[in-house]
């Protein structure tokens, strides 16, 4: 039907249309509740601060990453869920955001991510209290974009985050290289 109306239009198509955000909710959520509910999402794009961006934190009580490149995810006390509308369609994303409101990682909806356990994420924590969301906050600066799961262990009474590689469909696949792309990145798998 759009193309139908494209074609038929006297505007000229606009081949770079900008970004339509639909919707933005920030929610508090301590990096313990953000460890246990990541595993249940499935297969998602992981965008991390760049190697210069990374502060180093002390890690939250109980909660142990299994390499750095987790690390930007424990030190997380606010997820923004952003909405868009693109030139390539619907965009979902989870920015992880931390104590002094910088950006350190994102997660991207993908078609290969389960969809209710996404909600139940965004759903998690409370709202929005004492972090304003601007326009001003500095960009995520990503080094690379993994197609990972993730897993959470007990180890010796702590959760141990740990990522494993995750199979894509070829829709899901197509989506990721698509986000990697828009995002500057190189995507690994």
């Not at 952003?82 to 909806?109: F, M």
């Amino acid at each position: 039907m759009f193309g139908w109306l494209a074609a038929r239009s006297s505007i000229p198509p606009c081949c770079h249309a900008p970004r339509v955000i639909l919707a933005q909710r920030c929610r508090a959520i301590s990096p313990q509740q953000l460890v246990r509910r990541l595993p249940s999402l499935g297969c998602v794009l992981y965008l991390r601060a760049t190697s210069a961006d990374v502060v180093h934190d002390v890690s939250p009580l109980g909660v142990l990453a299994a390499e750095r490149a987790l690390a930007p995810l424990l030190v997380t006390r606010w997820m923004l869920a952003t909405s868009i509308v693109t030139e390539d369609g619907p965009r979902e994303w989870l920015e992880c955001i931390d104590g002094r409101g910088q950006i350190r990682a994102r997660l991207h909806l993908l078609p290969d991510t389960d969809y209710l356990a996404w909600d139940a994420l965004i759903n998690a924590g409370q709202g929005r209290n004492g972090l304003s969301v601007s326009s001003n906050m500095s960009p995520l600066r990503p080094d690379s974009a993994l197609v990972t799961s993730f897993n959470v262990r007990e180890l010796a009474g702590l959760q141990w985050l740990e990522r494993r590689r995750s199979a894509l469909s070829s829709l899901g696949g197509r989506v990721a290289a698509r986000i990697a792309h828009a995002e500057s990145t190189v995507l690994l798998t």
